[in-house]
């Protein structure tokens, strides 16, 4: 579908009706605004490299030899308990 001049007449006319002079002018505004900002940020990171933080990454080791801890049970079948248990009651 190809987009003539009068369909762009068309919607620039709706746009600006619903939207009014004011309010379109504030929002490009707000958009050129917004691009230099992000300019700015892009010099800046740009002029000054020593401040992004240069960080080796970890070295990655594969184990296969690590145990993992398995709960085992008693002669009764039931889980043993693990660590300190108050056997005072």
Avoid: Y
């Amino acid at each position: 579908m190809n987009v003539g001049p009068w369909q762009l007449l068309i919607v620039a006319v709706v746009i600006l009706v619903l939207f009014g002079r004011g309010r379109i002018s504030e929002m490009m505004g707000d958009f050129g605004k917004g691009i230099k900002s992000f300019k700015q940020g892009m010099n800046e990171e740009a002029r000054s490299p020593e401040r992004i933080d240069h960080h080796t990454p970890a070295p990655t080791t594969t184990t296969t030899s690590e145990k993992t801890a398995t709960p085992t049970a008693n002669a009764t079948g039931t889980p043993a308990a693990t660590g300190d248990t108050d056997k005072s009651s």
